[in-house]
């Protein structure tokens, strides 16, 4: 896959192609010197964004737009009780060490990775040149560690049952009213007339929050989220302070992964299918997946006929067992139709 990214990348494309849109991404990613240069300057208008919050009541709009911070996350998935449709999720965020853990056990190992983390947030404060680092971190730390006490832990977070709790707008304005769901929705550009809170407890804490604590504070939280988001993506110091804690504190890692592994994930990330369709058109003719469309087939009729010959099974269920069979989605190689990248610039 890098080989052909670097290949389609070295040459000129039309504007608007999709291999001119594979290779720019790819090259902006491999552009250390670039980065070097410009330093935090792509963050800056984010950044104002967010100082631009004078009121609390402003939260709920901001929260909404915002695609770089956030006191929980928002995506659309499967509905887990009805698979024939799709349900909007709210699913607890906020907390950058993930499992709550972190933030409470008092072993040995745990205190040493909260200290590290309190002088990595400090540290990467001071490289974007923001003043009272020190303290700002210990912001940082007591916010993220209200959001986790109030979170479900990783095996918490395995109970199906307990993580879906669909209901209405109007009853997610009830649980959590200190946030304006409709103008966090307007701001979103969606308009959904319900949605499953995956952990209530940690949804309420955060509408809590967002009330109770101050302007400051919480810009503080979220700067940081901004910082902690976009450091991958800026300069190779930010970079190397951002892989010291999370890949060398946190996970045990001695070396980053290579630029051109990440540059290839970053086009993996942004234009996935697009790179599908040039690897298919290379090394997956049509052919082949006609032939393997007709095994497929070729299976199913059998396990029809199996169906249809078991002793064992009464008429119903086999009525069953057949709709099921042929509901089967089948997916090989890739897709009947491309996702459209044409609006992409």
Request: proline letters at 3%; hydrophobic letters at 40%; charged letters at 25%.
């Amino acid at each position: 896959v890098n080989g052909l990214i670097a290949d389609i990348a070295a040459k000129q494309h039309p504007m608007g192609s999709i291999p001119q849109k594979i290779g720019d991404v790819y090259n902006l990613s491999m552009d250390i010197q670039r980065r070097n240069t410009e330093g935090i300057t792509p963050v800056l208008p984010v950044l104002a964004e967010l100082d631009a919050v004078t009121d609390k009541s402003q939260w709920s709009a901001a929260l909404g737009k915002a695609m770089d911070y956030s006191l929980w996350a928002m995506y659309v998935d499967a509905d887990a009780m009805n698979s024939s449709m799709n349900i909007l999720n709210a699913y607890q965020a906020g907390f950058a060490l993930g499992e709550k853990s972190y933030y409470f056990d008092q072993d040995e190992h745990t205190q040493h990775i909260r200290a590290e983390y309190l002088l990595h947030i400090e540290k990467m404060f001071t490289l974007f040149g923001i003043d009272n680092a020190a303290d700002k971190a210990a912001t940082v730390l007591r916010l993220e560690t209200r959001l986790a006490d109030a979170a479900f832990s990783n095996v918490e977070l395995r109970d199906p049952v307990a993580n879906y709790n669909k209901m209405s707008i109007e009853e997610l304005q009830q649980l959590v009213p200190q946030v304006d769901w409709a103008s966090y929705f307007s701001a979103m550009n969606i308009a959904p007339d319900s949605l499953s809170v995956g952990q209530i407890r940690h949804l309420q804490e955060a509408g809590k929050m967002l009330a109770e604590e101050s302007i400051e504070d919480m810009k503080t939280l979220f700067q940081w989220q901004i910082i902690d988001g976009s450091a991958s993506f800026l300069t190779e110091e930010i970079f190397m302070q951002n892989f010291e804690f999370y890949g060398r504190t946190l996970s045990g890692r001695q070396e980053p992964t290579p630029l051109w592994k990440r540059a290839v994930g970053m086009v993996n990330g942004t234009l996935g299918e697009a790179v599908g369709q040039m690897y298919v058109a290379q090394y997956f003719p049509e052919e082949n997946k006609e032939r393997m469309l007709e095994l497929v087939k070729n299976l199913q009729i059998a396990l029809g006929e199996r169906i249809q010959a078991l002793e064992w099974m009464s008429d119903e269920t086999k009525a069953k067992a057949l709709d099921k069979l042929n509901t089967f989605t089948v997916k090989i190689g890739y897709p009947d139709k491309w996702r459209d990248y044409t609006a992409l610039e």
